[in-house]
């Protein structure tokens, strides 16, 4: 069964960055999507960023376009999340997710069935 263990987050000041990693442990094969969600508390969960690991493709909530880049070590079955230029609004719980076999790739959340622990991002301004 495919496991996904997030880390990296942590307390950063307003235009810090922070990088993000999401790995996967198991058996992964064929085009799948995986992406970073986050939930911030009273709010709707976020699809922030999403990439096609046999594509490349990506996609980026308008909110992050500019500052957050998604990218993956597919050797190592690892997603990555770079967010550079933190604003206090980026504060939440972010949340990596996952779909295996996908044929398309999508932020809605729903769609996602695998998700990792969550890693807590807080930044003060």
């Known amino acids: 069964q495919v496991q996904l263990v997030d880390s990296g987050g942590g307390s950063v000041q307003a235009g810090g960055s922070l990088r993000l990693s999401c790995a996967a442990s198991?058996?992964?094969?064929?085009?799948?999507?995986m992406g970073w969600f986050r939930q911030a508390p009273g709010k709707e969960p976020e699809g922030v960023a999403i990439?096609?690991?046999?594509?490349?493709?990506?996609d980026y909530a308008d909110s992050v376009k500019g500052r957050f880049t998604i990218s993956q070590d597919s050797a190592k079955n690892t997603v990555f999340l770079q967010m550079n230029s933190l604003k206090p609004e980026d504060t939440a719980v972010y949340f990596c997710?996952?779909?295996?076999?996908?044929?398309?790739?999508?932020?809605?959340?729903?769609?996602?069935?695998?998700w990792g622990q969550g890693t807590q991002v807080t930044v003060s301004s």
């Open positions: 198991g058996d992964i094969d064929g085009s799948n999507c």
């Open positions: 997710a996952a779909r295996f076999g996908a044929r398309y790739c999508t932020r809605a959340a729903s769609y996602y069935y695998i």
């Open positions: 990439i096609g690991t046999g594509s490349g493709a990506t």
